[in-house]
């Protein structure tokens, strides 16, 4: 098992930067692929980004595509994402999740932190 805690979400204006960093802790970090996902109230979870467990596969969806990029530090056990370019309709509650098999949807992770708010104003 793993534990997850996002940090970093705020308060930005729209084309600016924020990193957000997930600290895992329990099992070895390594043994994940890691994502991101992020839901807006009364709206579904979309899945952002995956990476896995060596680094060298990563995935995104169409929306943050070419803005975002998901990265992991595996000594220091903590995943990433840069998000460039923030745009109103990115504010959301940002969420990182751990799956023992790498996937490119939400439904196949089984750990999920607290989650870190995000907010872009215009």
């Known amino acids: 098992q793993v534990q997850l805690v996002e940090s970093g979400g705020g308060l930005v204006q729209a084309g600016g930067s924020l990193r957000l960093s997930c600290a895992a802790s329990?099992?070895?970090?390594?043994?994940?692929?890691m994502g991101w996902s992020r839901q807006v109230p009364g709206k579904e979870r979309e899945f952002l980004a995956a990476i896995s467990q060596s680094g060298a596969r990563t995935y995104y969806a169409d929306s943050v595509k070419g803005r975002f990029t998901i990265s992991r530090d595996n000594a220091k056990n903590t995943v990433f994402l840069q998000m460039n370019s923030l745009k109103p309709e990115d504010t959301a509650v940002y969420y990182c999740?751990?799956?023992?098999?790498?996937?490119?949807?939400?439904?196949?992770?089984?750990?999920w932190g607290q989650g870190t708010q995000v907010t872009v104003s215009s």
């Open positions: 999740a751990a799956s023992a098999t790498y996937a490119d949807y939400a439904r196949k992770y089984d750990y």
């Open positions: 329990g099992r070895t970090f390594s043994y994940y692929a």
